[in-house]
């Protein structure tokens, strides 16, 4: 007997349809999964085995062929699980389907329904297709309800599954069901019960700038470099402040948009997180280790997954201690930096990802962090500080907008009583300008313009013209340089409140652009 279920697969960020085709015939007992399945779903037919055994079926001793349309498509991940298990049922006579549902979901050996990534793609592809009654885990329910128009079942089990698909009439002869399946219909918006743990540590909470003393230069490119969405380097001794300062970074962020909260929340769920944030509209915030593999920066492994560059995407990758960085994950920045997206090519396939993110970075001028300082001698050996900032290579320090030199705080300066000014000031500030920025540029911040726009945006004056002229002469500025100055003159002369770019902002955009590694390199 054939039975044919409807289930849904990941490619990249999205989701495509596929039918899981299963016949039971005489012959001898064995199970064939054929459709370019790889390891994980080979290994299919011993959960599929032990589920409906442990839940209360019949494995059928016969001939079990699964075929997974379209053949020619590799298929990947244990999503596949219950559409299998409930197509053996209807094949071998156990249950007779009622009704059209797709499944989505991973067995385990007791009968159990398991949480899977890149839900939220899947429901989508399969409710454009017109499979708008979903059955799925009971953990991932909140992540599908994102998407309007589709009924929703959440399964804790695999007899919870086959008594959906019988319906009310059916029979089944597993088990008696633990408990009735949980229903949520994301067209009435009722409230989910069951939430996909969080399955990434908690990250601590985000400073204020309050407790930020002195480095008012600092702070001061920190706020352009947020409001314009900027790249951002800091560059000091231990103990300047700079991983503090960066810290306060969350806390000065403006929250995502409904477009840009769908894009965070489909990458979140192909990579198996969960949720970000309580309303879903916190940008992201990634401040991986210096030990930092580089397939885990940039994404692959064998469901070549999204790697951090894309879980910043719209967000943050701050990069501490950037020069202890391996050179290869440092240089894998770079088409994301200019091109906002990442693509992964392997022996299994390709896919591409968006990865439209902002780079902080902080940094240390040697390896002892002295280098430079005016009271304390650099104990590095002769030309070690050379080969520590070669470590980070020119064409990645040329896409970094803004380099700031970080000084020592005298002790005085961090035990006076005098206030900075707090994150929830420069908050507002920031999100005046970037709402201005995108108003004027639609919807482009300052740090994505290409030429011909970010030209009519600057509307230069005639000394700023001029400026720009003759530093890019004497400095030998290259194209990329040029175009990032203009990108941050702007930016300041956003947050002035000045509609032309004028040659103060000019001067205060290349004093933001100090390279202070490439300049030390070259004297």
Not at 188 to 193: F, I
Not at 440 to 456: T, V
Request: charged share 20%; proline share 7%.
């Amino acid at each position: 007997m054939l039975a044919t279920l409807v289930t849904a697969v990941i490619s990249g960020l999205r989701g495509e349809l596929v039918h899981v085709e299963v016949d039971v015939a005489p012959g001898l007992p064995v199970c064939h999964i054929v459709g370019l399945p790889d390891t994980a779903l080979s290994e299919a037919r011993e959960r599929v085995r032990g589920a409906l055994r442990n839940a209360g079926f019949v494995y059928p001793l016969s001939r079990i062929t699964v075929n997974l349309a379209p053949a020619d498509r590799r298929k990947r991940g244990a999503a596949y699980d219950l559409a299998i298990a409930v197509g053996i049922l209807v094949a071998s006579g156990q249950i007779q389907a009622r009704g059209s549902w797709a499944l989505l979901g991973e067995l385990s050996l007791a009968g159990t329904v398991l949480p899977v990534p890149g839900v939220l793609p899947m429901v989508a592809t399969l409710a454009r297709a017109g499979h708008r009654r979903i059955a799925l885990p009971a953990w991932d329910l909140a992540e599908a309800s994102m998407v309007d128009g589709v009924e929703l079942v959440g399964v804790e089990g695999l007899d919870d599954a086959a008594r959906l698909v019988a319906g009310p009439r059916g029979r089944t002869a597993g088990a008696a069901v633990r408990r009735p399946p949980l229903v949520v219909s994301s067209r009435s918006g009722a409230a989910v019960a069951a939430v996909r743990p969080e399955a990434e540590p908690a990250s601590l909470p985000p400073a204020d700038l309050a407790e930020v003393r002195g480095q008012a230069h600092a702070r001061w490119a920190l706020e352009v470099a947020l409001a314009g969405g900027h790249n951002l380097l800091l560059c000091g001794p231990p103990g300047a402040g700079k991983t503090l300062l960066a810290r306060c970074v969350p806390g000065l962020l403006t929250p995502l948009d409904d477009e840009e909260a769908q894009e965070v929340a489909v990458i979140r769920s192909v990579a198996g997180l969960g949720t970000a944030g309580a309303d879903g509209r916190q940008r992201p915030w990634r401040a991986p280790h210096h030990t930092t593999s580089y397939a885990a920066m940039v994404g692959g492994g064998p469901s070549l997954g999204p790697g951090l560059v894309s879980l910043a995407h719209l967000g943050v990758l701050f990069l501490d201690e950037l020069a202890e960085f391996s050179r290869d994950v440092l240089d894998a920045l770079r088409q994301p930096l200019e091109d906002g997206t990442v693509e992964i090519v392997r022996a299994s396939g390709s896919v591409r990802y968006p990865a439209r993110l902002q780079l902080i970075a902080a940094t240390n001028p040697c390896r002892c962090g002295w280098h430079g300082d005016a009271d304390r001698p650099c104990t590095c050996p002769t030309g070690e500080p050379e080969r520590y900032a070669r470590r980070v290579s020119g064409p990645l320090l040329d896409r970094i907008d803004l380099q700031v030199r970080m000084p020592r705080i005298d002790p005085m300066e961090l035990l006076a009583p005098r206030p900075s000014e707090a994150s929830d000031v420069v908050r507002v500030r920031i999100a005046a300008v970037r709402a201005l920025a995108w108003a004027r540029n639609g919807a482009l911040p300052n740090a994505r313009l290409p030429g011909p726009a970010l030209l009519d945006a600057c509307a230069l004056t005639a000394a700023a013209a001029i400026r720009l002229r003759d530093v890019a002469q004497s400095e030998g500025l290259s194209a990329r340089s040029l175009h990032r100055v203009l990108r941050v003159a702007r930016t300041i002369a956003d947050l002035r409140g000045c509609a032309h770019v004028d040659d103060e902002d000019i001067r205060a955009a290349l004093a933001l652009r100090d390279d202070v590694l490439v300049r030390r390199l070259a004297s």
